[in-house]
């Protein structure tokens, strides 16, 4: 199963993703994506994204071999799909953390994908998180806010819309989409 996380930036999509993978029931994989940005001080290559320079991320996206792909704040994101074909053929539930412009891209091309929108229980505390990261400057900081409010104006292109106001809470709903999606699955 196919299984899209999106929500704006600083919502808290890694955070509830960690805490969803600690349930083996729902038998997961994270799909890595694939990024230009340099990698910020506590990431890995190969764990947390894998670092590319942006000639050899163009050159896959030519060769179709992105399952999607975005520029963002002057940095390309993207999903290899060998990667997902990988943890597919593992026979695990692949999960993208992506956002709403690769989650679109997936949609188009995997119809029968489980996509969920973590939304923030309010503005002015998605705010408070994002400036809070206090890793980027504060260019960087306006350009996700912006986004972020694009992006939650789009929370109805997703079968499942998830508030993120108590981490476990989110991740408890989150794993009951996904256990309903595996029974009628199975």
């Given amino acids: 199963m196919l299984i899209i996380l999106s929500g704006p930036s600083g919502v808290g999509k890694g955070t509830v993703r960690e805490e ?11 799909s890595i994506s694939m990024t230009t940005r340099k990698p910020r001080p506590n ?8 670092f590319v320079e942006e ?21 390309y994101y993207g999903t290899p799909k060998d990667y997902v074909d990988k ?4 026979g695990k539930n692949v999960v993208l953390e992506i956002d709403l412009q690769g989650a679109l891209q997936v949609m188009k091309k995997c119809p029968d994908a489980t996509t969920i929108f973590l939304w923030p229980p309010s503005l002015g505390e998605l705010e408070r998180r994002i400036g809070g990261r206090r890793t980027e400057e504060e260019e960087i900081v306006q350009q996700r806010l912006s986004k972020a409010r694009k992006e939650i104006g789009t ?15 989110a991740k ?15």
């Fill in 155 to 169: 929370k109805d292109e997703y079968k499942y819309v998830v508030e993120n106001d108590d981490v476990i809470e």
């Fill in 87 to 90: 943890l597919f053929n593992e």
């Fill in 20 to 30: 969803l993978f600690k349930d083996d029931s729902l038998n997961l994989a994270y």
């Fill in 43 to 50: 990431e890995r290559d190969g764990i947390d994204y894998f």
């Fill in 172 to 186: 408890d709903k989150i794993a009951e989409i996904i256990k309903k999606h595996q029974t009628n699955q199975g």
């Fill in 55 to 75: 000639e050899e991320f163009k050159s896959k996206i030519e060769e179709g071999k992105l399952l999607e792909w975005a520029q963002f704040v002057g940095n």
